[in-house]
């Protein structure tokens, strides 16, 4: 995996834009920090997707249109630590519905945690940890011909470019059967002034979380990137309805990576793309939906109308 790391981030500082894999976010500090920033209340997004499970438990399991005597596997795409997840077991195993929950993370860490969390809350839950990448694990269930409910839920749909969101719904599609499910947690499109602070909290957490990217590049990969030389730095255009995450050079500087045998110039005021969180509305879901084998059956919104998690079925 170490090898994988120092390819990305070869691959990612060396283009013209500089970027990072959001997706190395996540060791064990930055499962930590993350946490945190769901718990801020300028992040409305776990806050409001959580109103959502809290309130409107029954009717999402009803949506899923699940016979109580059939077994059937429901799958969770990057689970963080579960606690809008924990709502649904909770409803299924009361309700006596046949399941196996299967979480599916890049985070071993996370993983242990949640698995841990779920035996000491809700011991009668089967769960079944999978570590590595979403499609390699859903591969190793493909030919299980259960029915399957997957969970992509936090809008981490959002970090992907519509293009790239189309083709790995595809790919998702292409590893479950028809009539499968998935649960979509999608970030309605709003105003800049309740998108922004969520990625720019007065706090410095989401700050920490960001610089601690190229923490870990230091201590997994050798890298010499001096933290106070870099700034968090988020926008958000309202036209576009993209949220971007730069961490920028605050001056010229040259930081070596031993893992990639290569140094990186910077620039002042140079900027690295570390993540993108795409808003939605019904209409853009539609055309990205458009390249997949899903359909819109139902969809739950919070109060404010800022979440909304989509039930596609698998055509």
Request: glycine share 6%.
């Amino acid at each position: 995996m170490i090898d994988q790391f120092a390819k990305d981030v070869d691959a990612g500082l060396s283009k013209a834009e500089k970027t990072l894999p959001s997706k190395y976010f996540y060791d064990e500090k930055g499962d930590a920090l993350f946490v945190q920033i769901m718990k801020m209340p300028e992040y409305y997004l776990t806050r409001s997707e959580m109103e959502i499970f809290s309130d409107q438990t029954q009717a999402l399991v009803e949506s899923f249109q699940t016979d109580k005597d059939v077994y059937f596997e429901l799958i969770e795409l990057g689970p963080g630590d579960g606690t809008k997840t924990r709502k649904l077991l909770e409803v299924l195993s009361q309700e006596g519905y046949q399941y196996e929950y299967m979480p599916v993370d890049f985070s071993k860490n996370a993983l242990d945690k949640l698995e841990q969390s779920l035996q000491k809350n809700l011991p009668q839950v089967s769960v079944k940890p999978k570590h590595g990448d979403y499609f390699d694990m859903l591969g190793s269930v493909k030919d299980s011909h259960h029915p399957k409910i997957v969970l992509f839920l936090g809008s981490n749909i959002g970090n992907m470019s519509d293009a790239l969101a189309a083709r790995f719904l595809y790919q998702l599609g292409a590893n479950l059967s028809k009539d499968d499910k998935l649960l979509l947690g999608a970030d309605l499109l709003k105003s800049a002034d309740i998108v922004l602070p969520a990625y720019n909290d007065e706090r410095g957490i989401t700050r920490a979380f960001n610089l601690n990217l190229l923490q870990r590049i230091n201590t997994e990969l050798g890298g010499s990137f001096d933290l106070d030389g870099f700034e968090h730095a988020p926008e958000y255009h309202e036209s576009d309805g993209i949220a971007k995450s730069y961490l920028m050079s605050n001056c010229e500087q040259l930081v070596e990576i031993k893992a990639t045998g290569t140094s990186y110039h910077f620039g002042a005021g140079e900027k690295i793309l570390t993540e993108i969180s795409r808003k939605y509305n019904d209409d853009i879901l539609n055309d990205i939906l458009e390249e997949t084998d899903f359909f819109i059956t139902a969809r739950f919104t919070d109060k404010a109308n800022y979440f909304a998690d989509y039930l596609l079925n698998r055509d």
